[in-house]
C-alpha cells in the first residue's frame, strides 16, 4: 500500500531535549516536506527536499532542521525543543516537484513543556 | 510576497444547500493551484490540481475552477458526509503555500 508513515503519532517533552520526528514513504517521490498545523494559521511549511541531499527553507523553519540522505527518509530534528514549537506537524510526498499532488502523513501531535 | 487567503473561515449549510468556497492567491510563477479535504485529526487528502485559468475539475459534488486570481470550490447538494475542511494551496517554483481553510459543517 502506497503510504507516508510518521513516527511517533504522539509525543510529550520537556524544554530543550533533542527530539527526532521519522518521515518515510513508499512511492519512490523525489519531493518531501515537513508542515506544521496550527489553528487559525493553516499549515505552513518547514523544509522541503527536492531530492536525496537536497533541502531548503520554507516559511517557518527557525529552531529545526531536517536530512535527506535516502530517497525515502525525510526525518525532522528539534535540537532544542521550546514550548512554542507545540504543533501538529505532517510530512508529505509527491512526485517531481511541488507541482504535483502531495500525499500526506497522519500526522505528529508534539507537546513541550 | 507569496500568499494564499480563504473566505469564509467556517460555512454551515443545510442538506441540499448548495455553495461555494473562495481561494484568492498571489503566488509567483504559479505551478499548480490545489485543493486538499482534512477530516479531523487526520491528514490532508487530495482532491484536485488546477493549472491554468479557466480549467475546471469536478468530483461527485465538488467542482473547482481557477482564475488568475481565485479559486473557488463549488459543492452542489452537499450531504453531511461532506464536512470537513476544504484547504487551497498554491505551488511555487519550489515552495508550497497554503491558506487557513474553511471548515465546512453540512446539516442533515
Known amino acids: 500500500e502506497a503510504q507516508v508513515t510518521q513516527n511517533p503519532r504522539y509525543l510529550i517533552t520537556v524544554t530543550g531535549k533533542k527530539l527526532t520526528v521519522t518521515c518515510s514513504q513508499n512511492?519512490?517521490?523525489?519531493?518531501m516536506s515537513w508542515y506544521r498545523q496550527d489553528p487559525g494559521l493553516g499549515l505552513r511549511q518547514i523544509y522541503y527536499s527536492m531530492n536525496v541531499e537536497v533541502t531548503d527553507k520554507g516559511d517557518v523553519p527557525e529552531g529545526y532542521k531536517v536530512s535527506r540522505k535516502e530517497k525515502r527518509n525525510f526525518p525532522l530534528i528539534l535540537e532544542s525543543p521550546s514550548p512554542n514549537q507545540t504543533s501538529l506537524y505532517f510530512c508529505a510526498s509527491s512526485w517531481g516537484t511541488s507541482g504535483n499532488e502531495q500525499f500526506f502523513g497522519p500526522g505528529t501531535r508534539l507537546t513541550v513543556l | 510576497e507569496d500568499q494564499v487567503t480563504q473566505s469564509p473561515e467556517a460555512l454551515r449549510l443545510q442538506e441540499g444547500e448548495s455553495s461555494s468556497l473562495n481561494c484568492s492567491y498571489t503566488?509567483?510563477?504559479?505551478?499548480?493551484l490545489f485543493w486538499y479535504r482534512q477530516d479531523p485529526g487526520k491528514g490532508p487528502e487530495f482532491l484536485f490540481t488546477?493549472?491554468?485559468a479557466g480549467e475546471e475539475k469536478e468530483k461527485e459534488r465538488l467542482k473547482a475552477t481557477l482564475t488568475k486570481k481565485e479559486s473557488f470550490l463549488h459543492i452542489t447538494a452537499p450531504k453531511p458526509e461532506d464536512s470537513a475542511t476544504y484547504l487551497c494551496a498554491g505551488s511555487s517554483a519550489s515552495k508550497i503555500i497554503f491558506g487557513s481553510g474553511t471548515r465546512l459543517s453540512i446539516r442533515p
Open positions: 503566488v509567483s510563477g504559479l505551478r499548480g
Open positions: 488546477l493549472y491554468s
Open positions: 512511492m519512490n517521490h523525489e519531493y
